[in-house]
């Protein structure tokens, strides 16, 4: 026998407890709105709204607001001041805009206000990267549109592997993807077109009765969205490495709900006779040491990046810790659950016709 950290046959009533945990994300989902809208609001680094970011280190450590009142100068507008490391002497500089000459008149003028106000306290600069409006418009659209496919092929693979619906699914694909293909052609920003596009997707694998699809995609929104949200409450910038960690929750997120959903559909042939709740919940629990020990393996790999990795690995680090939480939480309440709340509708009907089929002298299915 494998090693199981917890029994197969543990009974946690997981779906009765489904409504606390909706309780739970629906707060952090209006938090994180209204921190979006109202409060510190969504902090695009250079990545997406273009800019300079300088990295620097001084000799000795020096104050923040000392720093940011010596870069308070015309050639450099905007700054905004970061300390990460330890020590105090390890600063990211930010400059709201882009348009201050080259990169090398950039080196220049931040080397020489640092000598004029730390005259005793020398700066080296490590890094230095500018970034054009343009370019931040194209990262963001394409970091946008690669989040839109990934949901939408995510949705596609759940309705032909689960339902074998590929016809259906591939149509849906079709369609959406030739609706942000004419998107493209208007005047409409993209994340706006994405988020028509998402709630296309949702309604039409309601109306297909894609009920996988639909269970994995609205459990991958709510990761993303609740996780996006909880950065905006910290106040954390969303550059390339959060979107990447974004990205990498997506695909962590889908995995463990393709676990619960491959034994539920295993329980759905086995016992047909069950109600559909106790079936949830049935492979919840069997799912549940694999779930723990990867979800808490991962967490302490992440930890472990967060405490030692350095300030330049810190974010990505951060939104894997949330999305890891998150992630875990939504494969068993929001997922599975999002099944229950559909009803017993063709995916459980067929599954009870073919085990009726297959076993034919068996009767007394529900």
């Excluded at 450099?76 to 105090?88: A, D, K, M, V």
Aim: charged letters at 15%.
């Amino acid at each position: 026998m494998g090693f199981a950290f917890i029994r197969h046959d543990t009974h946690i009533d997981f779906i009765g407890k489904r409504h606390w945990a909706y309780a739970i994300s629906l707060i952090l989902l209006l938090a994180g709105l209204a921190s979006a809208l109202w409060g510190n609001g969504l902090k695009l680094g250079i990545d997406f709204a273009g800019g300079v970011i300088v990295q620097v280190q001084f000799s000795r450590p020096v104050e923040d607001e000392a720093l940011k009142k010596s870069l308070n100068i015309p050639e450099l507008p905007g700054i905004s001041t970061q300390r990460f490391g330890e020590g105090g002497r390890d600063y990211l500089l930010r400059f709201s805009s882009s348009e201050t000459g080259d990169a090398s008149a950039l080196r220049t003028n931040v080397i020489k206000a640092l000598a004029q106000a730390f005259p005793d306290n020398p700066a080296e600069i490590q890094r230095l990267e500018v970034v054009g409006p343009k370019v931040g418009d194209d990262l963001t659209n394409k970091a946008l549109s690669a989040l839109y496919y990934a949901v939408l092929l995510i949705a596609v693979y759940i309705s032909g592997r689960f339902e074998q619906r590929w016809m259906a699914a591939a149509i849906m694909a079709a369609a959406l993807w030739g609706g942000m293909y004419l998107f493209s052609f208007t005047s409409i920003g993209m994340g706006w077109q994405v988020m028509v596009a998402l709630a296309i997707t949702l309604v039409v694998c309601f109306v297909l009765k894609l009920n996988f699809a639909l269970g994995a995609v609205v459990g991958l929104l709510h990761d993303v969205f609740i996780t996006v949200g909880l950065l905006s409450i910290l106040d954390v910038e969303i550059d390339l490495n959060v979107m990447a960690a974004l990205l990498t929750l997506v695909g962590y997120s889908l995995n463990d709900t393709i676990i619960v959903y491959d034994r539920l559909r295993e329980n759905l042939r086995a016992a047909p006779q069950m109600d559909l709740a106790s079936l949830i919940n049935r492979s919840v629990n069997q799912t549940l040491s694999r779930t723990i020990l990867t979800s808490g393996t991962t967490f302490v790999a992440t930890l472990s990046l967060f405490l030692l990795g350095g300030g330049v690995i810190h974010d990505f680090a951060l939104t894997m810790l949330i999305g890891v939480f998150v992630g875990t939480a939504s494969s068993i309440y929001v997922s599975s659950a999002i099944l229950l709340a559909l009803g017993d509708t063709d995916f459980y009907v067929r599954a009870q016709e073919k085990e009726n089929y297959e076993r034919p002298g068996e009767h007394g299915i529900v």
